[in-house]
């Protein structure tokens, strides 16, 4: 491993409790869930608290009595904080831009409350994990002398591209996106042209929608740089992969931060009725699904998705449509309710495949063959 990671466990006072501060997205609660259960696992003794937005909070509990409820699963607390949207966000009515500073004032004072009252009734909170795109959690951590973790969910090389992209490599970058054999050549990592980067990483426009990402990134770094300056250590960053895949990145990474590879985290198999209840979304019927996809042969089934965040246009999924129905392989194709959008007209009975409004993807990876999916690690590492 690049690192091992270790609980410190020999003081017989010492009752480690973990906060772990998710977004309100299934492919980074998965993730934290799978974790909050491997600690449970190396330390039983300890407690572990997942904080995700009030609004996902209770589309996971849909029964609770009040939507702050806390509830606890395989032993796994989850204590919701407010991040301004608690009725949920819609981005055809709502600014994304808004959005990240709505939550930056509001999310930092209810998570505050939460440690606050974690603490009144004897759990106080000895470690705080933040996964990806919520750096404000670290300012809370610092001024409550809390130790405070990075759970990268992408791959050590994202992590690289993305820490160098900001420390010299932006201006290089840009100053050659019209060049696409133009190549770069980043610490531990092949050379890259320019259309192996995040397409986000290369937009040179200010007004572009996707620059937004570009903000979202550079917070990561630049709350981890605030961290180091104040507690005059390199930041410690669990990350969801392991060393034999990516043994060539890790030790130049390693000069710059503590790198804990903890994966590969994931769905090992079908979820039991306790973990199902807690996904953002629900599975419409899922023994058609498994009906139907236990009828084709193993690893023959294309399955599609664009994951729980991503909106696509009508005009996008026609043309998935027709690019499914052309190939004539059979396929599941995941069309969440929220992005069925007006005057679509989807063949939810096609011959050769269905639609549904989300799946198990532990279950369906037995079956797939194929796959076209968002940008999510967690199924790279499933298919590993």
């Not at 091992?4 to 993730?31: G, M, R, Y």
């Not at 939507?67 to 699963?73: K, L, M």
């Not at 808004?98 to 974690?118: F, H, M, Q, V, W």
């Given at each position: 491993?690049?690192?091992?990671?270790?609980?410190?466990?020999?003081?017989?006072?010492?009752?480690?409790?973990?906060?772990?501060?998710?977004?309100?997205?299934?492919?980074?609660?998965?993730?934290?869930?799978?974790?909050?259960?491997?600690?449970?696992?190396?330390?039983?003794?300890?407690?572990?608290?997942?904080?995700?937005?009030?609004?996902?909070?209770?589309?996971?509990?849909?029964?609770?009595?009040?939507?702050?409820?806390?509830?606890?699963?395989?032993?796994?607390?989850?204590?919701?904080?407010?991040?301004?949207?608690?009725?949920?966000?819609?981005?055809?009515?709502?600014?994304?831009?808004?959005?990240?500073?709505?939550?930056?004032?509001?999310?930092?004072?209810?998570?505050?409350?939460?440690?606050?009252?974690?603490?009144?009734?004897?759990?106080?909170?000895?470690?705080?994990?933040q996964v990806q795109f919520l750096p404000w959690v670290v300012d809370i951590a610092l001024e409550r002398g809390v130790p405070s973790i990075l759970y990268w969910i992408q791959p050590v090389m994202g992590l690289s591209i993305y820490y160098h992209y900001f420390n010299s490599y932006e201006s290089i970058i840009l100053s050659h996106t019209d060049d696409q054999e133009f190549e770069v050549s980043i610490p531990g990592l092949f050379p890259l042209k320019m259309n192996d980067f995040p397409s986000f990483l290369t937009v040179t426009s200010h007004d572009h929608p996707h620059k937004i990402f570009v903000s979202m990134y550079r917070e990561i770094f630049e709350s981890l740089d605030l961290q180091k300056h104040v507690t005059g250590s390199k930041p410690k960053i669990l990350i969801n992969s392991f060393e034999a895949l990516e043994e060539g990145v890790l030790p130049s990474m390693k000069n710059y931060f503590d790198l804990y590879t903890i994966g590969p985290l994931i769905q090992s198999s079908a979820k039991n009725e306790e973990e199902k209840s807690s996904d953002i979304f629900k599975i419409d019927d899922e023994n058609k699904q498994m009906a139907w996809l236990d009828s084709k042969p193993e690893r023959s089934v294309v399955y599609v998705s664009f994951g729980g965040l991503t909106t696509v246009s009508k005009k996008q999924l026609e043309q998935v449509q027709v690019g499914l129905k052309d190939s004539e392989l059979p396929y599941i194709w995941v069309v969440r309710k929220n992005n069925r959008v007006e005057g679509l007209v989807l063949e939810e009975n096609s011959s050769n495949g269905i639609i549904v409004e989300w799946s198990d993807q532990g279950c369906v990876w037995i079956g797939v063959g194929r796959r076209e999916e968002g940008k999510k690690w967690e199924e790279v590492l499933g298919s590993v």
């Open positions: 491993m690049a690192n091992e990671f270790k609980i410190e466990t020999n003081k017989p006072d010492q009752h480690h409790h973990f906060l772990i501060v998710v977004q309100p997205a299934q492919s980074h609660i998965n993730p934290a869930r799978y974790l909050a259960y491997r600690l449970l696992s190396i330390v039983p003794s300890c407690h572990v608290t997942v904080s995700t937005s009030i609004w996902a909070h209770s589309r996971m509990f849909p029964s609770l009595s009040h939507p702050n409820q806390e509830i606890t699963v395989r032993q796994v607390s989850f204590v919701p904080f407010s991040d301004g949207y608690d009725a949920g966000f819609d981005p055809s009515i709502h600014d994304s831009a808004e959005r990240r500073k709505r939550t930056k004032a509001i999310g930092p004072g209810s998570l505050s409350s939460i440690i606050d009252s974690l603490a009144e009734r004897g759990r106080r909170v000895t470690c705080i994990i």
